[in-house]
C-alpha cells in the first residue's frame, strides 16, 4: 500500500524568505503525487501534481515541486513567502494503476513571521 | 461553476443520534470519498465509491455509512456507534485513474453537544 511521510509537522519563515516542505512516499511503481493547500475551516485546494515527464513541475501561487525517484521525495518549494501562504499543506500520492484513492501525509502547517 | 458543495457547514450532535452530511457535486466525476481531519492527524478514508450503488470500506468506516444512490450524490451518516464523533469531514470527487486529482467540498464541522 502507498503511504506518505511530512516529517516537519510545524514550519516558521519569515515573510520574503524562501521555503521548502518535505514530502516522502512510499509506492512499488512511478507515482502520481500532489501538493494540496488548505486554509483554516477550508477544503483542500490543489498546488501542483506530477505525473510523468518534466520532474520539476510548477504549480499555483508560485510554488514548485521536484520528483526525486532515488529519494522517494517530492518536496514543496517557494522562493519567496507572503503572509498570505500561512496555511496547512499536504503531500499526497496515488496509484499510477488500477484505482485511484489518493493518501494523504499528516499535513505540514506553515507559519509567516511579518 | 462546477464543484463540490457540502452541507451544513457546521452541524451539532447529541449523544446517541445519528446525523447525515451531504455531499453533492456536479463535475460528472465517478469517484467520491470522504475524509475526516482531525488536528495533527492528515486526512483520513472514511469511505469511497467508484460507481453508483457501489462503495467501499476505508480506514476508519466503524460507525458510519454511505449510500451511493446517483452519481452526483454521496451522503455520510454519522451513526452512534461512532464513539468520537467530533471532527472535519470533507468529501472529494475524481475522475477514475491515477493521473487526477482530486476535488474537495468545504467541509462540514460535526461536534457533539
Redesign the interface.
Known sequence: AQSVT?PD?HITVSEGASLELRCNYSYGATP?L?W?VQSP??????LL?Y?SGDTLVQGIKGFEAEFKRSQSSFNLRKPSVHWSDAAEY?C?V??????????????TSLIVHP | DGG?T?SPKYLFRKEGQNVTLSCEQNLNHD?M?W?RQDP????R?IY?S?IVNDFQK?DIAEGYSVSREKKESFPLTVTSAQKNPTA?Y?C?S?Q????????????T?LTVV
Open positions: 511530512q509537522i502520481y500532489f494540496y475551516g477550508q477544503g483542500l485546494q490543489l501534481k505525473f499536504f499526497a496515488g496509484a499510477s494503476g488500477g484505482s485511484y484513492i489518493p493518501t494523504f501525509g499528516r499535513g | 463540490i457540502q469517484a470519498y475524509y495533527g492527524q492528515g486526512l478514508l469511497y467508484q476505508g472535519f470533507l472529494a475524481s477514475q485513474g491515477g493521473d487526477t486529482e482530486a476535488f474537495f467540498g468545504q467541509g464541522r
